[in-house]
């Protein structure tokens, strides 16, 4: 895991890609995947990531993530 993140983290750098921009389409992925694998129960997809669930409806309408 540690060798793909460090690969990823080089080939972004290398080609410019802005931390802002890097971070913003992590936490979108990240947010979408733990979404899915709850079924769209935005509850336990919260409890999954260790926030609110205030805090991940914010997320979500902030990243436009349509979930399911």
Same mark, same amino acid.
């Given at each position: #895991? *540690?060798? %793909? %993140? &460090? @690969? %990823?983290? !080089? &080939? #972004?750098? /290398?080609?410019?890609? *802005?931390?802002? /921009?890097? @971070?913003r389409e992590? &936490?979108?992925r990240f947010i979408t995947r733990v979404v899915q694998q709850s079924d769209g129960n935005l509850s336990r997809a919260a409890d999954t990531l260790g926030v609110h669930r205030n805090t %991940? !409806? *914010?997320k979500i309408k902030d990243l436009k993530i349509r979930p399911r």
């Open positions: #895991m *540690r060798e %793909l %993140l &460090e @690969q %990823l983290v !080089t &080939e #972004m750098v /290398d080609k410019g890609i *802005r931390f802002d /921009d890097a @971070q992590f &936490e979108k %991940l !409806t *914010r």
